[in-house]
């Protein structure tokens, strides 16, 4: 009886991914984005249960919509018509149920029974339906060679109730598939062998409501209201087992929910708005049945009267008299409804409209000149789902538009729209279950096994400690305070600086560092990266660099081969033509360099330049290595020739100064491996995670450290102690979010991108399309790696660097394709999370090449201007 | 039809009110923190919808638990008994049904079909009931007095089924409240005007449990089990209209859910197991009956296989065989139960034991030195609930106990139970919706709403710009970059300095701040800071301390009487007696001192530092005013007289200096007014915020400023823009629990702290306690002022200061009163939140003044030694 049965399991599983993966359908496609209008109202009418009269709802609403009185004409003349949609994607029981064909004939019946009658254009479709339904739906079926999959009803059926000629209002009914047995759609698709992924009902319903209610000049006079019946509970499978409320979310139309008036229907009906806001969606209204119980009085006070709740009357048991005088009687509270949907809808337009304004008045952007910002290039996100925005855009008419987050959120983002609700479950969890509680000698869950899971993961092999704090620049401040204390103890310094002031600071710790580099914005970080764009006196007035900086050499594509660059110091002469040329991105990273000369090279170098710095006087130390290990992000996106930042390694090593890793950017398998210290072959004293850890969701860092570098904060005092902490450290939200995502992402089972034996992410990036890329004139160099595609653009003077806004005529048009980039001055990126599909970012470089491609003719014709 | 009736809604708001302070019933009374076992497995039994079988799987558990073979004797000879503990604490349809008297004689009569039989001693107990159930119940009862509230029923029925003495297995079965009408609880309570505090049944509850399962020498050797069955479903109301998953959630026992297999049960199942996770429950089995709709296998897709399913048999309508059958057939599904649900339990135990241990292995706390904290001193929390932790403790036995969040989980806490779990829906909904999505150029609506709220609050009247951070150090750092920028300008240093390179440097900026300040830990905000304790080279190799720093009078309250305290730079001769003691707090604030020699004093003495600093050179400036207003926090709760800190503001805003209001510890109702400018009575240019903005949730900072400072940022080149930024800056969540917090906080209807007319919170520290605790000869100062009561006892040498561990034995004596204190050094305080009320502020301060008479004591006798 128990189902515990593993083959049971493992079998579901493989379904689940199939859903999951259908969930990206639309960036999957290389049809535009998806979107739809924000003209008319949309509405989704849910159930808490079934049977509970969601399609009575949608009756009363259309018979609200368009059984009242004609709308005023307008100035001109001219008569608004009024259109009602009601679209039912997913009906079982069909024939014999048929809800679209329910508010067809009731809504022709209804009109007709008026006095005079009321003028109805009405019509009912069923479009596809699994073949056993098609069969009983009866007529003449050439249905023999048909075995699989739904069949093309395409019945219609219309009716007309006419007064007179002006003034119509039309119905449109639509069952977009049907299947016959009257049980969840899942089990039905099964049986009927007629399983449709959640893509196709997604374009159905996106294509019906583009046809329905398009912008047309016509149509500036069309008044219409759709409905988007859905089938069973909130959380009823649809057809190929995705719950429903997870089918629909991209769209994420605001809801009617109808509810329960039944003895243990408060219970019922506040779970089913719990999982819909869990989802993201927002519940306009809840309707339901009266029973006598006053369950609006337990709801309204949940809802804490800021959802209206509308009762309807009780429906009779008998249904002789076709439910006219029920609709009779609940006019009332259909009108209220009606009246509720459309404020509401108008209320999300205004505020939509008024947010860019808004925006540029009250925010202060960070990293942005607000008078390169006007008002129209504000971006209005209205929700995201999985790696997409949703974006409202007001070009000529409004919609809501999909656009593939490829600036990953700034380097943090990673979900899919399966991983996301999980997050935001865990999410309503971590906070139901401890809100936030103070760390320091205290243990909770999520803090526990998120520092295990650091330990066992990015950690292995080397890291006993985890020291969490907030963010990025957070983590460094706190690794540099380690690493100059281990220094300091290992190098007798400690002794006698301990209760020195600061007359006495005789001594000077200092960091080895690369140009380039990037490890944060607060001041101890900044003191800690080489002087550029970001530590002029106009930014940072306290800024000093403290550090010797040394400038890498680097390596990208470029013309379809990875290429070796190498700084001013290094004489060329000295290096083979063998060594500026790889014959594949694996071969920059093997070991087997380490025996070649140029590594010769590169160490003989650092041990000069440590032997030289910083000249005579005995009291400046080079008390830390800190690198971002392969990739600098903020730097430009440059990849590090690894070589190199191994002798660097090896070199401090050799010298006992403490190695930290900056991996804030390139943990948790940003570059294909979940630590590029994975990549690079070596492991730090210290390292510092953040942005992916939490999946891209909440912010909170980690700084990991070997049980040496603890070691030297032990002591009989607490002045002895590391004194460095945020209130927030640890914070149960953080440490729950990295907790799943961290399992996710290197997880087979959920990440179909890992590799499980080579624990690496397979190929995002589709090599032809990355070596053309790469050979493009416009292009400079492009950095593929992990879930990263990085290029820089030719450009000269003004044009390139952190300033420039060369690239923005480019990226303006890859918005309008459904993908959001953000520059880093001449050099772009496309960032996808360690689970996107590499379909995907096969997409995404179609589009990036063939905007390049226009780019360049752009450019070339300036040229020759 | 509609219920949109303000006079209902208003009534209901009240009732909820009702229902939310009840929540903090622990703390309002005197007795010990609430608490309960952990030796014996508890489980609530949750169903998802009403009638889905929760009293036969509360039937079939204690069947498989107490009708298996005699356990085996153990080495001692000496039995294992076995009891059975079925607890429904709300019954209605009393008498005809009864749940516990169903599981009471199904045992019975179950026990007695074996051959032999099973020896059970079986009991059922109905407790207390409305007074309708009890005159329905029959008998004679003394009811003529009797009209309002729950009857003492007190009936008990006992049955025996013996084969021998040895291997008795008991059953007790025990409804705590029955009602009448078989109706919803809160509706039941209502009509038979008998109405139950959830106080009053989480203490009964408590009361059984402990009765029970108590921790008795005899009971060594008693394997017992016990079941809460709850009414309806997870989310019905119980008898005070509070839902049931909210009634009970301070116990957060593990459950399973009974789930729904009939047609919709699929979704049911699902909304109701989210709404039990959102409330931060662990659901440990889902369990239902078999409709032979296969619902377990999307069932089992949504969990992901993480908790079990269990299917039981379909239930036959024809119940004349008294279901002997069906427990029968149904022995192994149970069995399996019985088996995830002790597997389940000895789990979660193992793991509460090993954490203390795990947490010193692999956490780094921040300002703590692991050397002083042994395992054994390790708070293991295992939830929260409002401003209570849920502690787990191995004293003898385990059990898991209530402590107040005294620390306010360091200075950040703020919900109680009602707005922890509004927030936790809030959390779902922002992840489900935006998970996150990067800020620069883009606008959504949790950051726009937050950025409003923020302006039109806490901004009112100066700032235009909100700027968004991570945290309190991150919001300095951008603050102190504002200023710095914004003085700049004024002073025409930008021009020179815009493209110099560091050599040219010339110009050095500095702050003006206070002694004893703190502003965060990272570099830049701790360069604002005074030399302390926090800086030395030992934590702060870089730190060179970039400021004026001057030493402030403080004002605090001593022998009954608030006090002036001056520093060494100011003659007390020329202070009038007058000025150094006040009649009460309030005349601290007072305006009127404004025109006090004092004041004159203070300023002259400003003045004369300014034009002193920093002697002949021209080139340092100072460039900011940066000063926590009213309350130093860090620094040891020290209350600034805000004499002096207008003064300051006053000096600065004449030679204009920007001023920087560090709120990040004070803002946000902390020291009873949204902002602590308020109390200050003055405008900075530059503020800061952190901590309770989300509520004390999860991390998120505000830098607001004036649209001057906003314009000192404006250019053509990006160059000139603010480059200081954190990749989850404004991030969605955040951004939605601020918006959730600061609304609710100032709104009357949800804080019943705020007095609407004054902005002010109520007192919350009761006056005539606070003045006795001044006058402890333990007792140096106290600070009360909204949400903080800080003491500084009386110590010397080592004994003070922040390495000081001389208040440790108090704070652990009153831990074990249910409070969780921690110092800061001889300096301890209690936080509490700014919904908290001054009932459970009055039992703090009751606990805290018995544990200071003992200290006190205790120090008298050492020094008399």
Known sequence: MMLLLSSLRRSHRRLLHLHRQSHNLFSASTSPPLQFPLNHPIYMIWGSNT???????????????????????????????????????????FPSDSDSHFVFSKLSSLASRYNPPFSLLASNSVLKSSLSAAKSFGGCFETNEFKYGMYNLNFNEKKKVLRDEAGVSELICETLYAWKEAVSPHLAAERENGVVEDSAVMEMLEQCLSNELKFEGENETMDAFCVVETAGGVASPGPSGTLQCDLYRPFRFPGVLVGDGRLGGISGTISAYESLKLRGYDIVAVVFEDHGLVNEVPLLSYLQNRVPVVLLPPVPQDMSNDLVEWFGSSSEPFNSLQGILLSAFSERLRRLKEMPKKA????????????????????????????????????????????FDACASWWTQGPNATLQIELARDMGYAAGRFGHVMFPENVYEPALKCAELLLE??????????????????????????????????????????????????????????????????????????????????????????????????????????????????????????????????????KIRDKSDLYRIYSSYITHQLSQYPGAEGTVHIGALIIEPVIQGAGGMLMIDPLFQRALVNECRRRNIPIIFDEVFTGFWRLGAESAAKLLGCIPDIACYAKLMTGGL??????????????????????????????????????SAAVKSIKWFKDPRTNLNVIAEQRLLRELWDAELTQQISSRPSVQRVVALGTLFALELQAEGSNAGYASLYARSLLQKLREDGVYMRPLGNVIYLICGPCTSPEICRQLLIKLHARLEEFNQAKEQQASC
């Open 698 to 735: 909440i912010p909170l860092a980690a700084t990991l450290a070997t049980e040496e570098v603890f070691n030297s904060f032990i002591g009989d005092s607490k002045l002895k102690a590391l004194l460095h902490g945020h209130s927030y450290t640890a914070h149960a939200m953080g440490c």
């Open 51 to 93: 049977s509970l009269g969601k399609t009575l709802v949608s009756t009363g609403l259309a018979s609200s919509f368009l059984l009242s009185p004609p709308p005023a004409t307008n100035t001109t003349n001219t008569t608004k018509r009024r259109k009602f949609l009601y679209l039912k994607p997913v009906q079982t029981g």
């Open 360 to 403: 540029t008045d009250v925010f202060w952007w960070p990293f942005t000149q607000h008078k390169l910002v006007p008002e129209e290039t504000v971006t209005v996100i209205d929700s995201r789902c999985g790696e997409n925005f949703a974006v409202y855009k007001a070009q000529n008419k409004d919609f809501i538009t999909e656009q």
């Open 457 to 590: 993961g990015v950690g292995k092999g080397w890291a006993s400690r985890t020291y969490f704090s907030d963010n990025g620049s957070t983590a460094i401040e706190i690794a540099l305070k380690m690493a100059f204390r281990k220094f300091s103890i290992d190098n007798g310094i400690f002794l006698d600086c301990a209760k020195s002031n600061l007359a006495d600071r005789q001594i000077e710790l200092r960091v080895l560092a690369l140009k380039g580099s990037y490890h944060g914005d607060t001041l101890g970080a900044m003191e800690a990266q080489a002087p550029s764009s970001y530590t002029g006196f106009l930014q940072q007035p306290w800024y000093t660099g403290r550090g010797l900086f040394l400038d890498p050499p680097t390596v990208f594509m470029c013309n379809s081969k990875w290429n070796l660059s190498l700084p001013d110091w290094l004489h060329y002469e000295n290096v083979t033509n063998n060594d500026m040329v790889f014959s594949s991105r694996d071969e920059i990273f093997e």
